[in-house]
C-alpha cells in the first residue's frame, strides 16, 4: 500500500490550496514572498500550508499568541476543528485522540504547561502518533519566570519524541511544515517538538521568506500508520476496540521492552528523511577547523555568532557547530565536526546544561568540553559575556 | 557498530533493535538480507531457498490482508493464500507449511490456541508450539511486526521474512518493502522455480 496521497499532488483542497510535494516549498517551485514577521506570526503561516485537521492548546504565555492565531486558521477554514482545552494535560490527550483518529494535530505550548502535560508525551510516542507540538521554551522552575530558558527540552529528550530547535522564525517555518512529513514516515510515525526559545523567537519580528499560500501540504494518511488508526467504521482497524493501551489486558515486560526498543528505532529511522530535508545534515558547520568551536542550538547560535565576530576581531581561531535536531541526536556529524577542535564551547540557555552533557557523551575527549556559559530564567546571553567566559577558560586551561 | 548482522537466534536476553545497530531499511526497489541491502531479486531467491530449506514453513497473515477493507486487499490476501498453496505443492516429506494468522493485537492471556493464532506480545510461544523454523509476517501493522521480530529473534531460532506494505522491517532477518500482491506472486513464482515444479 504505497502513499496514495501522492496522487493528489496538484489537486486543489477545500480552500483552493493547490497540494504540493514538500520539496516544492523549498526548491524554488513554489513562489515566496518576503515578510517581516514575529514567531507567532509565522506559527500561523505555517499552519495555514500544512493540511492541519486539528488543533488544541491551552493559553500560556509566551505561546498565548500562536494559539490564538491558529484560532483565525479555524474561523477561515484552514483548520478542520480547533477549541481550547481545560488544561494542558487535557489538550495534549485531546491531541492523542485526534491523531489516533486519523488527524493530522498541531499543539503548542510553553514551560509549566509542557510540564503539566508531560505524561503524554511518552504516550504519544507509544502509541505511534505524529503530533506536532511547537514549544515556546520558557522558565518552568520557582521563583516564577515567563522568560525564555530550555530546560524543558532537556526534560523531553527521552519521551520518545522527535525534538528540533528552531533558531528564529525562518527556520521555525519550514521546520514546521518539513516535521510532519518526518514524523508522519510509516517507518518513524512519531511526535515532534519543534521547539523555539520563547520571546526571543515568539515575540521578536525578522524577515522571512515563506511560501505562497496557495500551497499548502499533502494530506496526512492515517491508514499507513504503523498501528491500527481508530476507525471504528472500517475493519481491520475494529481490531483495535481497546485503547492502545490495553487498559484490562497488561503487556508482558518483554512487550513492553520491545515496544519502547521499536520507538527508539524510529527515532533512528528518522534521520535519513531529516538529513534530506534540512540540507544534507542534521547540523550546519562554519569554520569547523578552527581550535575553539562553540556547539549549541537555538538562540544560542545567534549569540554564539556574534562572539565568534567579536573573537575572530581579536585574532582568535574559532568556529560554529549548530545542531538543529536534538532527537535524533546527530552522533556522527558531532563527532566528526568537532575531532579536531581544540576547545569546545556549549553555551545553553539553561542552568542544567544538558546540551553540554549530551556532547561530552557523544565525543570522545570530552575533557575539551567547556559546559557554559550559562543563563537561565529569561537572562540574556550577551556575546561579550561569552567571549570573557571563554578567555577565562582558556587562561585557566594554561594555568592547569 | 555498522557490522551488526540480523541473523536467526536465540540472540540475547534482550536483543536490540536493529535499527539503533546502525541497519537502515532500503530505497524503493531495494531489500535487506540479515540487515544488508540487497537488490529485490537477490531478496526473492533469498527467501525462496529459506522456504524450501524448512521444516516448517509458516505464513504469518495480518489483520491487513485478514480483512476485506481497501481495494487491492482481496488480490493480495489471495497471493497469500497462493504462496500458502505453493509451499504445500512444493513440499517434500517432512516438510509441514503452515498458515497462521495474526488476527488482532490484544495480548491472549492467560493462555493463547498457539496451534491456530499469533499474537504478537508472545509470538515466541506460537513458534516454540508449532518449531517454526521460517516464517513469514505479512499485512501486519509496522509497529506491531516490528516488536514480535524483536521477541523472535530474542527467543527463537526461527527465520523471519518481512512482507512489508511500507518501508520494511530491519528487526527481520530479511525484508521486502512496497509489498504488493505482485511481489507475493513473484515470491510463489521463485519457490515453484527453485523447487523444480
Known sequence: MSDNSKSLIGTKNKMGQTYADIEDFFNGKIPKEQFFMTGSEIVKEAVKRSSVGMSISYPITPQSEAAALVGELWVEGYVDAYFRGEHEFAVMSECAGASLGGCRVFTTTSGPGTLRAYENFPMWSGGRLPIMLCLMVRGINSPLSIQPDTIEIGMLLDTGMLIWHAEDAQELFDFILKGYVVAEQPDVHLPIAVAIDGFFVSHTKEMVEIPSPDYCLLPYDPYRSPVPVMDMETAPMRVMRDPFVMKSNYISYMTHTSWQLEIRAAIERSRKYTRKLMGGSLIDVEDGDAEIILCTSGTAVSQSREAIRLMKAKGMDVGLVKIKSIRPFPTEEVKKALDKAKLIVVPELNISGWMAKEIKSTIDRNSRVMVGPHVAGGMTMPPEIIVEEIEKEIALRKES | ?197
Request: aromatic fraction near 8%; include cysteine.
Open chain 2, 1 to 197: 557498530m555498522r557490522n551488526y548482522k540480523v541473523v536467526a537466534g536465540p540472540e540475547a536476553y534482550l536483543p536490540p533493535a536493529a535499527a539503533t545497530m546502525g541497519v537502515e531499511l532500503p530505497d524503493e526497489g531495494g531489500a535487506l538480507i540479515e540487515g544488508s541491502l540487497a537488490t529485490e531479486e537477490e531478496a526473492l531467491e533469498h527467501a525462496a531457498k529459506k522456504f524450501l530449506e524448512a521444516k516448517v514453513p509458516t505464513l504469518f497473515p495480518g489483520p491487513l490482508v485478514l480483512w476485506n477493507w481497501r481495494d487491492g486487499v482481496e488480490k493480495k490476501a489471495k497471493a497469500v493464500r497462493d504462496m500458502f498453496e505453493t509451499l504445500k505443492e512444493v513440499a517434500i516429506p517432512g516438510q509441514r507449511p503452515m498458515l497462521i494468522p495474526m488476527p488482532d493485537y490484544r495480548p491472549k492471556y492467560p493462555k493463547i490456541d498457539a496451534e491456530t493464532e499469533i499474537n504478537p506480545n508472545h509470538p515466541n510461544l506460537t513458534i516454540w508450539h508449532n518449531k517454526i523454523d521460517v516464517c513469514m509476517f505479512v499485512g501486519v501493522h509496522c509497529h506491531f511486526a516490528n516488536i514480535s521480530l524483536k521477541i523472535i529473534r530474542g527467543e527463537t531460532n526461527c527465520y523471519t521474512v518481512a512482507m512489508c506494505a511500507q518501508h520494511g522491517h530491519e528487526d527481520a532477518m530479511m525484508t521486502f518493502r512496497d509489498a504488493s500482491a505482485d511481489k507475493i506472486n513473484q515470491l510463489s513464482a521463485k519457490i515453484r522455480e527453485l523447487a523444480g515444479k
